[in-house]
């Protein structure tokens, strides 16, 4: 007895040094960002032309969300993440941000590594920003992250990582931290991006707790003169899909998925895994059918990246934990993408009472618990300059306008989908099942199998958005076959009531016009901030001579349409 006793409280003076009980230490948090992955590209969805084994690993071994959904497109999905708002709320609600446009997500949001940091995180940022950098202080290092390494626009290619953007500007676009770095050329981006993830992990300070934000450019297009790019080594293993831009695409998300299997390798090696969050999403709908110069695809969802179709909302995603209680398994719990930053911050131990005017909510507790979800209603968008808007409430989905002129509103199978486009079954083998505990099909998966049998006859004519608003039962139709508007005119109106209410708290636009003296040649052909800001917050150029100026009416006051490979 004397000595058990004196075991306890030898335990109990080690964890209570000068007075100070131990506290648990905070989870590590990796969250891993696909850009442009499409709902059938990767193989826990049923897809087998694309082999994903490692993402299918962690999904299958976590939690598969089934009922999960993102904004259309990329810059409004990531102001979403970090700042847990509606992109209505921030401004972000309308197109990307371009290079050469100056603005973005205004100063006065306070993002996730701001929120982490107060709770003792590092956090270091790694691949994509998009969201705004025509000054310094909209760039990573000014907006909470301890470093990054990557670049500040919307893609780049995957090898010289040079950018073209709107108005044909063209420049290099690769930095640490705020120093270009040219010793990334001609190393794929993937692959650098994986390797400083690594480097990241394996130099932490254990003590501290981690926020890893991978923004990954796989499986988005490089410059239109070279959309689809990678190496052998990835091609190599989809050699069997013979529809040349479709081999090319997988062969990008199977280097997307070769990163995850080694970030999680390198979280094992570092004792860190059993402590970490690892979040996987998509930022948007996948570009199906030459959609953006691609070739990712959402069948048989409707739509494409950049429509409010469930192909362009509907993500990719997953949640995976040993901390979480009920794993191994598929989640119908609704989620939101501004979801994330309350969901991890609980997570994190922080106060989500102390977020400012989120319009997420935090799933932790109904994740981990496999409870009811907190969220029953979620905005797609409103964006009154394409005159586009759609809300989801339980079960039903309304939808008004169209984006392209409707040209976009269909569904796109795979290019050469039977028998041969199958990959063998040794490329679904993951290295991963030697570290999680359950590597294989959670017994519900069937849940994740769309399937919504055949096509009516009017199924590409029923919903007239334009004329007025569409109404869907997305838990009877996913594929958003059959509009029910006319028999349910209740519903709608319901719903059109709530779609006003948001759109009474929306905020104007901060989109800009293109801003020629932004133009990379200025600057060596480097994309680069262009203007600084002063302690009262006025804009001045860098480059002093172009302050005496004046811009020119033709360029600066137009609103200029992106190209497809700036989205």
Known sequence: MIILLSLILASFNMGNRNGVIAQPQKPHIIFILADDLGWNDVSFHGSKQIPTPNIDALAYDGIILNNYYVSPICTPTRSAILTGRYPIHTGQQVSTILGSCPYGVPLNETLMPQYLSKQGYASHAIGKWHLGMFTKEYTPLYRGFDTHYGYLLGH????????????????YDMRRNLTVDRSATNHYATDLFTDEAVSVINRHDKNKP??????????????SYSPLQAPQKYLDKVKHIKHEKRRQFGGMA???????????????????????????????GGPASGFDLNYANNFPLRGVKDTLWEGGVRGVGFIWSRLLKNMHRVSNQMMHITDWLPTLYEAAGGDVKKLIKPDGVSLWSALSEDAPSPRTEMLHNIDDVRHIAALRSGDWKLRLGHTYGGNWDSWYAPPQVDDDSAAPLHLFRSPLSKILAQPTPPPNWSDVVISCGPKPANASSNCQPTRTACLFNIRDDPCEFNNVAASHPDKVQELMGRLAAYNATQVKPANKPIDPKSNPKYYGYVWTWWKTLDE????????????????????????????TSDL
């Open 156 to 171: 780049q290619d995957y090898y010289d990582h040079t950018a073209e953007s709107a108005a044909g500007y063209w420049g």
């Open 210 to 223: 981690l926020f890893l934000y991978l923004a990954h450019l796989a499986t988005h297009s490089a410059n």
């Open 254 to 284: 199977v280097g997307l998925d070769e990163s995850v299997g080694v970030i999680v390798k390198a979280l094992h090696d570092n004792n860190m895994l059993d402590n970490s969050i690892i979040v996987f999403s998509t930022d948007n």
């Open 536 to 563: 009262d917050g006025k804009e001045s150029y860098i480059q002093e001579g172009f302050n005496s100026i004046p811009a020119s009416s033709k360029n600066m006051n137009k609103f200029q349409k992106p190209k």
